[in-house]
Nanobody
Framework: QVQLVESGGGLVQAGGSLRLSCADS????????MGWFRQAPGKERESVAA????????YYTDSVKGRFTISRDNAKNTVYLQMNSLKPEDTAVYYC?????????????????WGQGTQVTVSS
């Protein structure tokens, strides 16, 4: 069973940084591709970044390329999203998700398990 818990969200000024973490309490974390998604008020959920089970393949949506970095530590059952140069438009609830034996893909429908989300607010 996969149980995902996000942490690291908060309030930060534009230009600042945050690192989100997503920990899995299960024993099969290394077999899952992991993704980060976000949803702002009044907007649809969008993919932010994803990483394959091995960490060898990553995906980023265009708006975060060069600013965000996804990584994983399979020994700690944790995936990270380092967010630098944050902008007010990055404000959203951020969710992590797990895709069994998946690749690093943007399609939310591919992911079987989801966390509860963590709020990120970037002030101007």
């Amino acid at each position: 069973q996969v149980q995902l818990v996000e942490s690291g969200g908060g309030l930060v000024q534009a230009g600042g940084s945050l690192r989100l973490s997503c920990a899995d309490s299960g024993r099969t974390f290394s077999t899952y591709a992991m993704g980060w998604f976000r949803q702002a008020p009044g907007k649809e959920r969008e993919s932010v970044a994803a990483i394959s089970w091995s960490g060898g393949t990553t995906y980023y949506t265009d708006s975060v390329k060069g600013r965000f970095t996804i990584s994983r530590d399979n020994a700690k059952n944790t995936v990270y999203l380092q967010m630098n140069s944050l902008k007010p438009e990055d404000t959203a609830v951020y969710y992590c998700a797990a895709d069994y034996l998946g690749r690093a893909v943007a399609r939310a429908e591919e992911y079987e398990y989801w966390g509860q989300g963590t709020q990120v607010t970037v002030s101007s």
